[in-house]
T-cell receptor, first 113, second 112 residues
Framework: GAGVSQSPSNKVTEKGKDVELRCDPISGHTALYWYRQRLGQGLEFLIYFQGNSAPDKSGLPSDRFSAERTGESVSTLTIQRTQQEDSAVYLC???????????FGPGTRLLVL | KQEVTQIPAALSVPEGENLVLNCSFTDSAIYNLQWFRQDPGKGLTSLLLIQSSQREQTSGRLNASLDKSSGRSTLYIAASQPGDSATYLCAVRQAAGNKLTFGGGTRVLVKP
């Protein structure tokens, strides 16, 4: 079946603007994760959703970052007042349940000028 | 705080050689460990997942071992092919918590 999809695939924005990134998980996957990969660095966990439980936001780097998920479907990651250091690839992953294999989307490449 | 290290950072081998990729982690209280492959400009592809109670997993030419007490995992790729060229990432999930902690990756080049 279809894998995890993300949109847009690329986004260029000006410093100070807000951006919204979208993730469509694999159908039926209850868990959804957002990660960030900055150039030359490893992947950093941002946020985790599991069903209707309160999300784990422990990885969000600042209050400019927020994410929502509608039930067990689409998730959006919003970055307000973008800064140049927000430039990165933002990856979304989903899994059937907590603790099993995570399947990643292709990522959104964000460039803040 | 869990830290994951992958050595070497880059590896170049001729086609046909076996690949050995190392991953070490500082906190042995893990739930599982996962190996991924990342191709340039693309997302991550899951290769193998090893639960904390397991010592190895195999899939085709790939074999991953886990020594939880010493904080190590090794990914073996037999008879490497140019198509194996990619960055390989290991990631651990703690027994408590939801996130994966990733290593910095090993960039592999298999020369024909």
């Amino acid at each position: 079946g279809a894998g995890v999809s993300q949109s847009p695939s690329n986004k260029v924005t000006e410093k100070g603007k807000d951006v919204e990134l979208r993730c469509d998980p694999i159908s039926g996957h209850t868990a959804l994760y957002w990660y960030r990969q900055r150039l030359g660095q490893g992947l950093e966990f941002l946020i985790y959703f599991q069903g209707n439980s309160a999300p784990d936001k422990s990885g969000l780097p600042s209050d400019r970052f927020s994410a929502e998920r509608t039930g067990e479907s689409v998730s959006t990651l919003t970055i307000q007042r973008t800064q140049q250091e927000d430039s990165a690839v933002y990856l979304c992953a989903s899994s059937l349940n907590h603790g099993v294999t995570q399947y990643f989307g292709p990522g959104t490449r964000l460039l803040v000028l | 705080k869990q830290e994951v290290t992958q050595i070497p950072a880059a590896l170049s081998v001729p086609e046909g050689e076996n690949l050995v990729l190392n991953c070490s982690f500082t906190d042995s209280a893990i739930y599982n460990l996962q190996w991924f492959r990342q191709d340039p400009g693309k997302g991550l592809t899951s290769l193998l997942l090893i639960q904390s109670s397991q010592r190895e997993q195999t899939s085709g030419r790939l074999n991953a071992s886990l020594d939880k007490s010493s904080g190590r995992s090794t990914l073996y790729i037999a008879a490497s092919q140019p198509g194996d060229s990619a960055t390989y990432l290991c990631a651990v999930r703690q027994a408590a918590g939801n996130k994966l902690t990733f290593g910095g990756g090993t960039r592999v080049l298999v020369k024909p």
